[in-house]
C-alpha cells in the first residue's frame, strides 16, 4: 500500500513569492494535517481537512491557506514568503480505528526562502 | 506550562542498555497517546500506540499514567539503529488535532 507522498521534496522561493505544496493520503483516509517543523522545533500545526472542509486550523496568520479536493489530495499555499517560512512542511493522513486517530506522515517538502 | 513537554536531552547511552524517556501533558481530557520516532531530516513514523493498560512492542514498552498525566517509553537493549528522536504526542477526542511534544533525542553509541 503506498504511503502518503509530497511534493515537491524541495522548494526554493524568495521573499514575497508564493508557495504551493501538494499531498497525496493513503487510500482511504479522508483526514489531512499540516504541519510545519522548523528546524531545531517540534511540529507546529498548521490546517485540518476532512472530507474537503478545513476543520481546524493553528496559530499561523492568513497568508498560510489551502484546499482538500474530492480525492482527498491536499494543496497547502503559502502567500508572500518571509524567511522564517524556511522549515521542513509535513502532510500527515489519518484514518480512525475504534475512536482513536492514528496520522502517518509523508517525507515532507524542504522550503527554503531566500 | 506547555501543552506536551518532554526532556530533550540528548540521552547517550551504550549498546545494550536501558533508557526510559517521560512526557507530561497538560490537558486532563486527552484521550489518545502516541509515540512516533523522526530519524535526523526525515519524517516522523510511528513507533506505538499507548494505552492505560501499557503495550509491548518487542524491545519497547510504552506506560500511560493518567493520574499524573505523563506517558513513558522504555527502550530495552538499545540498538544503535535505536539512535533518533522519540516525539510524544497526545490529542484530545473531540478536536482531534494532536500536539507534539518538541521530541527527546536518544544516541546509542558503541
Known amino acids: 500500500e503506498a504511503g502518503v507522498t509530497q511534493s515537491p521534496t524541495h522548494l526554493i522561493k524568495t521573499r514575497g513569492q508564493q508557495a504551493t505544496l501538494r499531498c497525496s493520503p493513503i487510500s482511504g483516509h479522508t483526514s489531512v494535517y499540516w504541519y510545519q517543523q522548523a528546524l531545531g522545533l517540534g511540529l507546529q500545526f498548521l490546517l485540518w481537512?476532512?472530507?474537503?472542509?478545513?476543520?481546524n486550523r493553528g496559530n499561523f496568520p492568513p497568508r498560510f491557506s489551502g484546499r482538500q479536493f474530492p480525492n482527498y489530495s491536499s494543496e497547502l499555499n503559502v502567500n508572500a514568503l518571509e524567511l522564517e517560512d524556511s522549515a521542513l512542511y509535513l502532510c500527515?493522513?489519518?484514518?480512525?480505528?475504534?475512536?482513536?486517530?492514528?496520522?502517518?506522515f509523508g517525507p515532507g517538502t524542504r522550503l527554503l526562502v531566500l | 506550562r506547555k501543552e506536551v513537554e518532554q526532556d530533550p536531552g540528548p540521552f547517550n547511552v551504550p549498546e545494550g542498555a536501558t533508557v526510559a524517556f517521560n512526557c507530561t501533558y497538560s490537558n486532563s481530557a486527552s484521550q489518545s497517546f502516541f509515540w512516533y520516532r523522526q530519524d535526523c531530516r526525515k519524517e516522523p513514523k510511528l513507533l506505538m500506540s499507548v494505552y492505560s493498560s501499557g503495550n509491548e512492542d518487542g524491545r519497547f514498552t510504552a506506560q500511560l499514567n493518567r493520574a499524573s498525566q505523563y506517558i513513558s517509553l522504555l527502550i530495552r537493549d538499545s540498538k544503535l539503529s535505536d539512535s533518533a528522536t522519540y516525539l510524544c504526542?497526545?490529542?484530545?477526542?473531540?478536536?482531534?488535532?494532536?500536539?507534539f511534544g518538541r521530541g527527546t533525542s536518544l544516541i546509542v553509541h558503541p
Open positions: 481537512y476532512d472530507e474537503g472542509e478545513e476543520r
Open positions: 500527515a493522513s489519518s484514518t480512525r480505528d475504534r475512536g482513536e486517530e492514528t496520522q502517518y
Open positions: 504526542v497526545v490529542s484530545s477526542g473531540g478536536s482531534y488535532i494532536p500536539t
